[in-house]
């Protein structure tokens, strides 16, 4: 038993265009990858099913501006409007999933004494 290093249920998933439920046998694996077939596995047999969703997960994300500098002295900033205010997103999970929000480039507020209207779009 020193030799085994895990069971698995292998399946082959490439060019599955629909969900599907399959029975597949456990293997045995030793430390080099081998297949042990002396080791019994109860069950030996295992049910998989696969969901498939058609495109990348999406995610939507609020746009927030990013301010720099103050107002000039007896001004303050009342209010901040982005247009669009919330984009989608999409791409693989891993990728997606830690990405919180978008932060627009930043917005040089320095020494303004009226209403700011910034547009600019990166590639």
Do not use: W
Request: hydrophobic share 35%.
């Amino acid at each position: 038993m020193e030799s085994v290093k895990q069971t698995i249920c292998a399946i082959d998933i490439s060019g599955i265009k629909e969900d599907l439920n399959r029975k597949i046998k456990v293997r045995v694996i030793d430390v080099n990858g081998n297949e042990i077939k002396e080791v019994k596995i109860e069950p030996d047999i295992v049910e998989v099913s696969i969901s498939l969703t058609r495109g990348y997960p999406e995610k939507r994300l609020s746009v927030k501006p990013k301010i720099v500098g103050k107002p000039a002295p007896g001004y303050y900033i009342s209010e901040i409007l982005s247009n669009p205010d919330e984009i989608k997103i999409f791409g693989n999970y891993s990728k997606i999933n830690s990405i919180e929000f978008l932060e627009t480039i930043p917005i040089d507020v320095s020494g303004i004494t009226k209403t700011l209207s910034k547009g600019e779009f990166r590639p």
